[in-house]
Antibody, heavy 120, light 107 residues
Framework: EVQLVQSGAEVKKPGESLRISCKGS????????ISWVRQMPGKGLEWMGR????????KYNPSFQGHVTISADKSISTAFLQWSSLKASDTAMYYC?????????????WGQGTLVTVSS | DIQMTQSPSSLSASVGDRVTITCRAS??????LAWFQQKPGKAPKSLIF???RLHSGVPSRFSGSGSGTDFTLTISSLQAEDFATYYC?????????FGQGTRLEIK
């Protein structure tokens, strides 16, 4: 069974740093990209970027590039989304999703989401 | 960026109804189009990929069609568990983009 298990909810202050995680199991980690998707409160889905965990090649949405960092550690089948300086506008639910590289390419499975709240 | 425009933005329907949601891309995306269902407080679930292919385990009452710029998601006979928000997504061109969502409510 494919599972993507994300780290728990976080409450942070503006300016603080944060790293959230997404651990995959039940599939060949090397054959899938991992994408991160943001959903602000009451809003739609926004693709932030994706990583190939085999070589850490990363593609960002220009709207998010420079504000977040996507990384992965294939030895523990885990991807990360990181901020060095959070803003209140980063308050959102963040989802990871996996996309098969060689055939389908679409987000087949999703993590349960990590709620990030940034407030002073 | 490719803009994905869904219509309608919201829709009221009854159990047993046939429902169609449309998604238009601002430029051609071949058939690199996926549909997702999201219920309140839950992660999205994949329904359809490659415009018309059902994700594993998705009921056959869901179907998709289209190519190029115009796509549709059809639910042939609404069930109670289908009331949710639906999103289309193009994965042909970076950045990957989603439609704004269609909220399907019980009439």
């Amino acid at each position: 069974e494919v599972q993507l298990v994300q780290s728990g909810a976080e409450v942070k202050k503006p300016g603080e740093s944060l790293r959230i995680s997404c651990k995959g199991s039940g599939y060949n980690f090397a054959n899938y990209w991992i994408s991160w998707v943001r959903q602000m409160p009451g809003k739609g889905l926004e693709w932030m970027g994706r990583i190939d965990p085999t070589d850490s090649y990363t593609k960002y949405n220009p709207s998010f590039q420079g504000h977040v960092t996507i990384s992965a550690d294939k030895s523990i089948s885990t991807a990360f989304l990181q901020w060095s300086s959070l803003k209140a506008s980063d308050t959102a639910m963040y989802y990871c999703a996996i996309e098969e590289k060689y055939t389908s390419g679409y987000p087949e499975f999703w993590g349960q989401g990590t709620l990030v709240t940034v407030s002073s | 960026d490719i803009q994905m425009t869904q219509s309608p933005s919201s829709l009221s329907a009854s159990v047993g109804d046939r429902v169609t949601i449309t998604c238009r891309a601002s430029q051609g995306i071949s058939d690199y189009l996926a549909w997702f269902q999201q219920k309140p407080g839950k992660a999205p679930k994949s329904l359809i990929f490659a415009a018309s292919r059902l994700h594993s385990g998705v009921p056959s009452r869901f179907s998709g069609s289209g190519s190029g710029t115009d796509f549709t998601l059809t639910i042939s006979s609404l069930q109670a568990e289908d009331f949710a928000t639906y999103y289309c997504q193009q994965y042909n061109t970076y950045p990957i983009t989603f439609g704004q969502g269609t909220r399907l409510e019980i009439k």
